[in-house]
């Protein structure tokens, strides 16, 4: 991440340092605050794969679960632009399980950008969630669950392009 380190341990733990920086991006319960010591997690454990970006971050268990903490979720009403009194009332404080990717198939890789989440399934389909500009719509999409790219044939790997989303629903 841009203000924070994570670090994945040999026993699956996952230890975060740095600052929360407003969002929760250590994953401790907390908005805001430095930690400048590497604490566990609370809870994260078997963990395998793991990608952060400015302000969110993205897991993987051992049991092909993901997990995600930082600013997303965040409904339309969690940031008052330009009051800087009035604080961010969206996102995760702590890490919660991403629904909508179906059970039983293995994760190869998970992403974020800006906002959009990506995981890639070993069957090579692509699920994504989160805040994007998704172009066959036309306008800025909030999914709350995972939702397969109908559109994107079996991939290897891929990267996300930034806001842009994967095609149509």
Do not use: C
Request: glycine share 14%; no cysteine; net charge negative.
């Amino acid at each position: 991440g841009q203000y924070h380190a994570l670090a994945i341990r040999a026993d699956g733990t996952v230890w975060s340092w740095g600052s929360n920086g407003g969002f929760g991006l250590l994953g401790n319960g907390l908005g805001d605050g430095m930690v400048t010591t590497p604490a566990a997690i609370e809870g994260l454990e078997q963990i395998v794969q793991i990608s952060a970006r400015d302000n969110d971050v993205v897991v993987v268990r051992n049991d092909n679960t993901v997990w995600h903490w930082g600013s997303f979720p965040a409904d339309a009403n969690a940031l008052v632009p330009g009051d800087v009194t009035n604080p961010y009332r969206g996102g995760s404080l702590a890490p919660v399980q991403v629904g909508g990717l179906p059970a039983g198939i293995a994760v190869r890789k998970v992403l974020t950008e800006q906002g959009l989440f990506v995981a890639l399934l070993a069957n090579g389909h692509v699920y994504h969630w989160g805040v994007h500009f998704d172009l066959s719509a036309d306008e800025v999409l909030r999914d709350l669950s995972a939702r397969r790219v109908m559109s994107l044939p079996p991939v290897r790997d891929l990267m996300p392009g930034g806001f842009i989303g994967y095609g149509q629903r």
